[in-house]
């Protein structure tokens, strides 16, 4: 392939640049004008600011409702009445699981995300409808974006007959990883369904991804569970906990989690939420990326039977974490920044380098080249007015300009 030159732009809001780029990775960066001699299709970055682009690690394809009409939010009040007013509603969208997810995903990358990690539920109801919707977002964007895919027991593994065998059946489908959750609150047998979860991980030879909402003590004894077989099945940085609640709490025990997470290396992801003083819901994110641990950003659902909020722009959620943390210094926000990219990567790929307070990783020599030019006089303004202009690489090559895709 013809590799692409981007002329005039700021990695990471630095110095104006000329960065060559293939799709194996970033080839040079130099001073404008300096790369000279090789045949390359050229793009001009007018002074942008050039990062890696956004990774969503934590996504619901299959129950979004991106490009239909409005509908308006008819859950109760728990996450039990969210799961069934999915299953109430799901088959009445105007639109099949495929499409809805296809264009959720276009309008995704058109904004600048390239890695993605989706949920995609399995369950009695749905059996393998859902996960298949994803499977053909990803295959008609296969060239613009790499997409992961979580067979997802939304509804728990073990109330409805014959949950295992369709988790099965998907993990040899094209799923890429195995998930959970709350297996206290939902399946209420938290040894049973933590041992189905790992057992199939192990058989299949894929990673986990666990959501866990459960908050306080119960989270934290939840998390035990998921750490301790980690640590017995040797499955050290191939496991993720989204949500992971419990450890918004400042007690003496998610200290202790906290050390085991970055000793097994355990990735975490968050949807930026607000919680409040009597039920905290952030992440310590400084805590976690001065210990090392992996931790990624992402959309959860997309206008869909569970919320109306959600809408591609992984720029926007990145604000959103930065304003749920309470940050306003820019440091702090351009953290937040490489969380939603970066950050997010490590999720997926345990072998990149890891975030730290301060660090800007991804646009060295040898990076990959999965990239994304925004608008602003610095990385936090960016963050800030959220520019739709923007220039979407995947693999050296452009996928999307201007919020269109190529």
Same mark, same amino acid.
């Given at each position: 392939?013809?590799?692409?030159? $981007?002329?005039?732009?700021?990695?990471?809001?630095?110095?104006?640049?000329?960065?060559?780029?293939?799709?194996?990775?970033?080839?040079?960066?130099?001073?404008?004008?300096?790369?000279?001699?090789?045949?390359?299709?050229?793009?001009?970055?007018? /002074?942008?600011?050039?990062?890696? #682009?956004?990774?969503?690690?934590?996504?619901?394809?299959?129950?979004?409702?991106?490009?239909?009409?409005?509908?308006?939010?008819?859950?109760?009040?728990?996450?039990?009445?969210?799961?069934?007013?999915?299953?109430?509603? *799901?088959?009445? +969208?105007?639109?099949?699981?495929?499409?809805?997810?296809?264009?959720?995903?276009?309008?995704?990358? =058109? %904004?600048?995300?390239?890695?993605?990690?989706?949920?995609? &539920?399995?369950?009695?109801?749905? /059996?393998?409808?859902?996960?298949?919707?994803? @499977?053909?977002?990803?295959?008609?964007?296969?060239?613009? =974006?790499?997409?992961?895919?979580?067979?997802?027991? %939304?509804?728990?593994?073990?109330?409805?007959?014959?949950?295992?065998? $369709?988790?099965?059946?998907?993990?040899?489908?094209?799923?890429? @990883?195995?998930?959970?959750?709350?297996?206290?609150?939902?399946?209420?047998?938290?040894?049973?369904?933590?041992?189905?979860?790992?057992?199939?991980?192990?058989?299949?030879?894929?990673?986990?991804?666990?959501?866990?909402?459960?908050?306080? #003590? $119960?989270?934290?004894? #939840?998390?035990?569970?998921? @750490?301790?077989?980690?640590?017995?099945?040797?499955?050290?940085?191939?496991?993720?906990?989204?949500?992971?609640?419990?450890?918004?709490?400042?007690?003496?025990?998610?200290?202790?989690?906290?050390? &085991?997470? +970055?000793?097994?290396?355990?990735?975490?992801?968050?949807?930026?939420?607000?919680?409040?003083?009597?039920?905290?819901?952030?992440?310590?994110?400084?805590?976690?990326?001065?210990?090392?641990?992996?931790?990624?950003?992402?959309?959860?659902? %997309?206008?869909?039977? *569970?919320?109306?909020?959600?809408?591609?722009?992984?720029?926007?959620?990145? *604000?959103?974490?930065?304003?749920?943390?309470?940050?306003?210094?820019?440091? @702090?926000?351009?953290?937040?920044?490489?969380?939603?990219? *970066?950050?997010?990567?490590?999720?997926?790929?345990?072998?990149?380098?890891?975030?730290?307070?301060? +660090?800007? !990783?991804?646009?060295?020599?040898?990076? !990959?080249?999965?990239?994304?030019?925004?608008?602003?006089?610095?990385?936090?303004?960016?963050?800030?007015?959220?520019?739709?202009?923007?220039?979407?690489?995947?693999?050296?090559?452009?996928?999307? &300009?201007?919020?269109? $895709?190529?």
């Amino acid at each position: 392939m013809t590799p692409t030159l $981007l002329r005039n732009v700021r990695p990471w809001g630095g110095e104006t640049s000329d960065v060559l780029i293939g799709d194996d990775g970033i080839l040079e960066v130099a001073r404008p004008g300096a790369i000279v001699g090789a045949p390359a299709d050229v793009i001009e970055g007018d /002074g942008g600011i050039l990062i890696p #682009s956004f990774s969503d690690v934590h996504v619901h394809l299959d129950s979004t409702r991106m490009g239909l009409p409005f509908r308006p939010n008819t859950a109760g009040d728990t996450r039990w009445s969210h799961i069934m007013n999915d299953r109430e509603n *799901w088959r009445s +969208a105007e639109r099949s699981v495929a499409d809805r997810a296809t264009y959720t995903l276009g309008r995704m990358i =058109a %904004q600048g995300a390239t890695r993605v990690r989706s949920h995609a &539920q399995v369950d009695a109801d749905s /059996g393998l409808e859902k996960f298949e919707g994803v @499977l053909a977002a990803r295959a008609a964007h296969r060239e613009r =974006a790499a997409v992961e895919i979580v067979a997802f027991p %939304q509804v728990g593994i073990h109330l409805e007959d014959g949950v295992p065998d $369709l988790l099965d059946v998907a993990l040899r489908s094209g799923a890429d @990883l195995i998930g959970g959750i709350d297996p206290c609150e939902i399946d209420r047998d938290p040894v049973r369904h933590l041992d189905t979860v790992f057992d199939l991980a192990d058989r299949h030879g894929v990673g986990i991804d666990i959501h866990l909402h459960e908050g306080g #003590s $119960l989270g934290l004894f #939840s998390l035990d569970l998921v @750490l301790e077989r980690t640590r017995a099945l040797g499955m050290a940085g191939r496991v993720s906990v989204s949500h992971a609640f419990s450890l918004a709490a400042r007690s003496p025990g998610v200290d202790r989690a906290l050390e &085991q997470i +970055a000793e097994l290396d355990v990735a975490l992801t968050t949807i930026a939420p607000k919680g409040s003083l009597s039920v905290p819901l952030d992440l310590p994110i400084e805590r976690l990326l001065s210990l090392g641990i992996r931790v990624g950003l992402g959309m959860d659902g %997309q206008r869909d039977y *569970w919320s109306p909020w959600g809408d591609g722009d992984m720029l926007e959620r990145t *604000w959103m974490l930065a304003f749920t943390q309470g940050f306003s210094r820019d440091d @702090l926000i351009e953290d937040c920044l490489a969380i939603g990219t *970066w950050g997010g990567a490590s999720v997926i790929d345990p072998s990149l380098a890891r975030l730290s307070p301060g +660090a800007r !990783p991804g646009l060295a020599i040898g990076d !990959p080249a999965e990239l994304v030019v925004v608008r602003g006089d610095t990385p936090t303004a960016a963050v800030m007015d959220r520019d739709a202009d923007r220039i979407v690489i995947h693999r050296g090559r452009v996928v999307a &300009q201007n919020d269109e $895709l190529r």
